[in-house]
Every structure is written in C-alpha cells, then in structure tokens.
C-alpha cells in the first residue's frame, strides 16, 4: 500500500478517525490510499471492539492485523484524541455511534456519516445535527440515501431556490430494486434473496431489507430535507417479512425465507397479467408517507433502470407538471465509499 499521505504537514492537513471498517469502510481506506491526498490523514480506526490509533503519516500495510490487537473499547463515540477541526466517518450501522453525531459537532469535529441512523434516527437528533452543521462544521450526508447520487443535495437546492416541495416518490433500496428487477415469480423469491446476499448486494441478514426499515430511514431522510419533520411512526411501511421469518433464528432463516416464495409468485404472476411490474416504493407528500411493494406500469419511470439503480421522482414548485427525475447505482461499497471522500474533499476545500 502507498503513502495515504505527503509527509509535510500542512494547516488545512485533517486526521480522519474512521470508525467502521466493514465493507464500506475498506472500500474508502481504498480510494484514501488511490487519491493520496496530502489534506486527509487516517488517524484512528475503529471497529466494534478495537481501536488503531495511526501514528506517523502512513496507514500501515498490516493494518487489519494491527487493528485485531489494537486497543479494547466499549463501541462508544468518545474519542479523546481528537482536536476541532479533525474528521469523525462513521461507516457503521450503530445506532449508538448515531447519537453522538450531534456530540461530536458540538465539539468541534467535523461528520462525515453512512450512517443513516443520524439523520434518519429521531427527530430531534436531525434537528440537533442541522443546527449545529455549519459555522465552520460540516456534517456530510451523501453516502446516506443513494449511494452519492444527488438527491439529499437537490432537494435541499430546490428549498433554498424558493420551492416547495410536493412530493417524493422513489426506489430507494439497491437491495430491493436488483431483487425485484426481473422477477417474474418463474424461480422462487427466496433463491434471489439467497443470491443478493451471496454476491454482497444485500445485508448479511437480509431481513434488515426486506422488512422496509432501512427504506423507512432514507424515506426519513428525504423528507425532512424536503420540509415534511416525520417521525419514523408517521410512515406506514408494509413489510415483506412474514412472523415465522421475523421470529427465524439464523440457522432456520433460510428455510423460512421460502414463506415468501408462493405469495410474491402469485402477485408477479397476477401482476404481470396487467402489463405491470412489481417495485418496492417510498413516497411522502403532504398527505403522508409510506412505502411498500406496488405493480407500476411497465414504462412508469420509476419501473425503467436496472439492477441496483435508484431512482426518484421530484415535483415542486418548478418541476409541478412533470417531475425532476434521478436515476443511478444506489448501493455497493464502492459508489458509497466515493460518496464519503467526496463529503471529506468538500471539508478540505
Ligand atoms: N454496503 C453498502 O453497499 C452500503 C451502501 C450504502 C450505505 N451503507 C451503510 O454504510 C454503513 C456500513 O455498511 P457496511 O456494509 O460497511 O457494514 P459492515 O460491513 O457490517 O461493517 C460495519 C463496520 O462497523 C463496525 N462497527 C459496528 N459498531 C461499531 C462501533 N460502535 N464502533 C466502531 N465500529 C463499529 C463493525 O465492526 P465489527 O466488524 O467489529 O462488527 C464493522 O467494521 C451502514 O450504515 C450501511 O447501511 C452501506
């Protein structure tokens, strides 16, 4: 591995602490080491049990080992060694670490977050975290809801241009979009699910997508960037996991997972009668919010794009008659570790 950085220190030089070094994590370790850009420095790694402090200007080659004998801690967001000024990244899903994203901005840190459970968590956590970003703070949210694709920063363009916004409507899961991109209901649901978690497009325990929630988060998101405060029980989810499969120890899960197959078979089948095609949507305006699996006309944009895209729908006050639309790959390490580093060049620029 290459220098992660020049040796002169340089006042706008940032330690960078990355906490979370799971698939996102490495992958922006990656890009940090590609770009060798002599403003981000790593300067702490973490995760769920250890701690690496990085002394010196270059992340050791051996870090992963390093790191599994590296300091013991209890998963907490103190971090003593870190100056006003420095980076916090979280690139972990804990809803502890979420908490102190207010904490770590009232001390002067920087956030750079994945973490959706920031500003995707309680209200009153966003409100903190809006608030205090800024005058001279930056708290980065792109790698949050699409992967970087434009959508947060968009919305919160059009509000500061005087628009309104009217409502949202989107495919906001990666995991869900490739599950059902295809899916005809002639091989069974539970084989693609399988699948998406064998080639990393899904979450270890694919429960965690397919019972909405992670698309309740973005949904979140999105529409408090977009002027709607909802609390996460404001937003009706329909959920594709049956009890058996929410109650499935891991090693009956897989089993369990075949509960999904005839049910999701028979609604493919129905739905393709229609000429239509099963996708799982967030939408919120004014009247509400909710998401859940619904039979879209085949050319209905939101039905169009493959595999992992995101794509959403915007009206407002200048897109009223037909909507703004964004389209692209809206999960996978590599385009939300390039997310993240984005969000870090925009602190160092
Ligand atoms: N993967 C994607 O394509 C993708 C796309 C968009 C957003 N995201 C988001 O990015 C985040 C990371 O995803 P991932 O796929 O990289 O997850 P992952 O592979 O499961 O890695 C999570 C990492 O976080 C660490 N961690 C957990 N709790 C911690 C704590 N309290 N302190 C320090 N480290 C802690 C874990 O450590 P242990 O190994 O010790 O448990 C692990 O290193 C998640 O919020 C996810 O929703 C992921």
């Known amino acids: 591995m ?8 340089t006042p706008a030089q940032r330690r960078i602490a990355l906490l979370g070094v799971g698939t996102v994590g490495r992958a922006l370790i990656e890009r940090l080491d590609a770009l060798d850009d002599p403003r981000l420095r790593l300067g702490l790694l973490a995760n769920s049990r250890r701690r690496l402090p990085v002394h010196g200007q270059t992340l050791p080659r051996d870090w992963a080992q390093s790191l599994a004998q590296g300091e013991a801690h209890d998963g907490s967001g103190l971090l003593p060694d870190l100056q006003p000024g420095d980076i916090v990244v979280d690139a972990t899903a804990s809803a502890e670490l979420a908490a102190w994203h207010p904490r770590w901005l009232r001390q002067g840190l ?3 977050s994945a973490n959706k459970l920031g500003l995707g968590g309680p209200l009153l956590r966003q409100h903190e975290i809006r608030a205090l970003a800024g005058e001279g703070r930056h708290y980065g949210d792109a790698a949050t809801v699409g992967a970087g694709l434009p959508l947060i920063r968009t919305l919160r363009e059009l509000r500061a241009g005087g628009d309104r916004i009217g409502a949202v409507v989107g495919v906001l899961s ?6 059902f991109d295809g899916y005809d209901g002639s091989e069974p649901f539970s084989a693609r699910v399988r699948a998406a978690v064998a080639q990393g497009f899904a979450e270890p325990d694919p429960r965690v997508d397919l019972s909405g929630e992670d698309v309740r988060r973005k949904l979140l998101i999105l529409a408090r960037t977009a002027g709607y405060p909802l609390e996460h029980s404001e937003v009706r989810v329909d959920s594709l ?13 897989d089993a369990a997972l075949g509960e999904l197959d ?20 967030a939408r919120f305006d004014a009247a509400g919010a ?4 619904e039979a879209l006309a085949a050319d209905d944009p939101l039905a169009v794009g493959r595999g992992c895209d995101n794509r959403v729908a915007i009206w407002s006050t200048r897109y009223r ?4 639309q964004i389209q692209g790959p809206g999960a996978g390490a590599e385009v939300t570790a390039a997310a993240l580093l984005d969000d870090l060049l925009r602190i160092v620029a």
């Open 2 to 9: 290459s220098a992660l950085v020049a040796t002169a220190e």
């Open 110 to 112: 920087h956030v750079v």
């Open 174 to 179: 990666g995991t869900l979009a490739w599950l």
């Open 241 to 253: 996991l049956t009890p058996a499969i929410i109650a499935a120890a891991p090693d009956r899960l």
């Open 262 to 281: 005839a049910p999701l078979a028979e609604r493919a089948a129905r739905t393709a009668r229609d000429g239509r095609v099963l996708r799982y949507v």
């Open 290 to 293: 909710r998401i859940g699996l």
């Open 321 to 324: 008659d037909r909507p703004l």
